[in-house]
């Protein structure tokens, strides 16, 4: 079996995978410490961070992680690496070519971070203003990436996962589990592990749940999700006609990510840019 079967079957089976030295050492810590500036230049106030952390009384974010949206547009160094071919080769294996990127924010794990809720993402959490209403169905339609810039561990805040969980019909994010508390400990959660430079792949149905930094560092991480090029992500866009009748117009709470400017666009690495064509702004 080729190591991409593998992977592929790891994911199938437990809902992830890692993928160990994408970015190779003696980048890793570059690339982590661009970021963290762009971070601290761009972040919003805490207060903003505190009172996105709830909507309509579901919880959305976390107390204590800050994040960068969209850091493509800050940062490129990092872009060659999200189309090196032990991802992509996964991200293919599920979707064929032309798969797309729909997310690149960064997110740092503050010493002393609150645990966050138990979820799944994009396009499963209910508490998303567009989502494919639970029970949704067992397939595979769309790929999240957690890109370690620091190590991951139980004591750094690992993101926390229950294997498995990809395969259920449901996920607690919005408090209609009666069964699950989605702010408790999981019987079977486990912590993902692993060097910097790794990549942590799950099927975006699996349950997981931001984890405690009990270090004295900032746990720092890139999300990136990958998208085949058939799933339709223009909710997402600012000013997009489908955002303001779906999002904005009802006021529900829905994830978005702005355009990628131009100016970024050109200077990412030749093998990237099909993965970010399709979200390039006008600027
Ligand atoms: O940063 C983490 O460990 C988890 C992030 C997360 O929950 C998410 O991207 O949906």
Redesign the pocket.
Known sequence: MSAVDALQRQIERDGFCVVEGVIPAGEVQAINAELLAALESNREPSEGELAKTRSRGHRIG?PG?AVLKQAINEVQSFAPYLADRRVLDIVEAFFGAWARISCT?C?A?MPGNAR?YW?A?WPY?QTNASHIPAPYPDAVLHL?T?WMLTP?SAET????VVPGSHRWPRNPAAGDMPEVDNEAVYPTERH?EGPAGSALVYDSRLW????ANRSDQP?V?L?VRYAPWWLNLDVFMPGSEERKMIVEEPGIFGSSYPAVSREAYESLADEAKPLFRHWLGAR
Not at 157 to 160: E, P, V
Not at 208 to 211: G, M, Q, S
């Open positions: 976390t992680v924010d997110v794990n966050g979820h993402d959490n999240s957690i991951f805040g690992g993101t926390l993902v997981h749940a931001v984890a746990r991480a999300i």
